[in-house]
């Protein structure tokens, strides 16, 4: 029933309105959740992930006051430090996530001790990874060169596992 007559198959509700029973018993619609959108500074020794069984820490720790529960969107590995998106809104993270959309993703990179111009090349153009795999191009700038360290600006439009430790 719906306000105390009975329904129409196809008739419009409107549940701020409306009150709905079904067999005798009122429905409850509940609201839907608000929309968190969070930008994390991601520290070095974290793990992306809500828990680990490993027992190491988790960005979760890091967002723990927020009042609803968040996912990461994308990875960064334990050992990286840098932006991490959360959301609890699961078309947004699809969209930024799946390959398709090519949302590209930029990296500030040390690499020791040099690295080629042919390297370089190779960077911008497709490497063959470990697993037989070629990465799309990048786009590559060497942002600092010092004896024994170079600094580059990596950005990727795919992300796969441990990719630029990959690619390096």
Do not use: W
């Not at 196809?10 to 701020?16: D, F, M």
């Not at 067999?23 to 520290?43: F, H, T």
């Not at 809500?50 to 979760?60: F, M, T, W």
């Not at 959309?101 to 930029?106: D, G, L, V």
């Amino acid at each position: 029933t719906v306000n105390g007559r009975r329904a129409e198959l196809g008739q419009n509700i409107n549940p701020a309105r409306d009150i709905i029973h079904i067999d005798g018993e009122r429905v409850m619609l509940e609201k839907q959740a608000k929309k968190l959108y969070i930008m994390l500074n991601k520290p070095r020794g974290y793990v992306t992930t809500l828990s680990d069984e490993l027992g190491r820490r988790c960005v979760a720790e890091l967002v723990s006051e927020v009042p609803a529960r968040v996912y990461p969107i994308g990875r960064l590995d334990k050992d990286s430090e840098g932006l991490l998106l959360l959301t609890n809104d699961g078309d947004f993270a699809n969209l930024i996530m799946h390959p398709s959309h090519h949302i590209s993703k930029t990296y500030r990179v040390t690499v020791r001790p040099d690295i080629t111009e042919e390297q370089l090349v190779a960077l911008s153009t497709g490497v063959t990874l470990d697993d037989e795999v070629t990465t799309l191009p990048a786009q590559v700038q060497v942002e600092d060169k010092e004896p024994g360290r170079v600094v580059l600006r990596l950005t990727i439009f795919e992300g796969k596992n441990r990719q630029i430790r990959r690619m390096c």
